[in-house]
């Protein structure tokens, strides 16, 4: 049973920080890409940064361009998300998305989402 958890988010103010973690757990051979995503009241689901297997692939949305980095962990199965300058356009809830491999068997990999985390921006 494979699982993914998100953790770290809360309540902050404009220009604070946070940092969320997200970790993949269970029995499964590789994982590939990991992406954080983001969901707003009365939104469509948004990807807000990407990272590939080795890090060397980074994509950012253009809104959190120079805010957000995306790091990961492959030791810890962990993908990390550094949020500096927050505005409050930035709340949201936050899910973690991983792309894993169940077996050195299987082609390809099959998508994997956590619960998500509330990141609130606000006075």
């Known amino acids: 049973q494979v699982q993914v958890v998100e953790s770290g988010g809360g309540l902050v103010q404009p220009g604070g920080s946070l940092r969320l973690s997200c970790a993949a757990s269970g029995s499964f051979f590789s994982i590939s890409t990991m992406n954080w995503y983001r969901q707003a009241p009365g939104k469509q689901r948004e990807l807000v940064a990407t990272?590939?297997?080795?890090?060397?692939?980074?994509k950012y949305a253009d809104s959190v361009k120079g805010r957000f980095t995306i790091s990961r962990d492959n030791g810890k199965n962990t993908v990390y998300l550094q949020m500096n300058n927050l505005k409050p356009e930035d709340t949201a809830v936050y899910y973690c998305?991983?792309?894993?491999?169940?077996?050195?068997?299987?082609?390809?990999?099959?998508?994997?989402w956590g619960q998500g985390t509330q990141v609130t921006v606000s006075s």
């Open positions: 998305n991983a792309l894993i491999r169940s077996s050195i068997a299987t082609v390809g990999g099959s998508p994997y």
């Open positions: 990272i590939a297997s080795g890090g060397g692939v980074i």
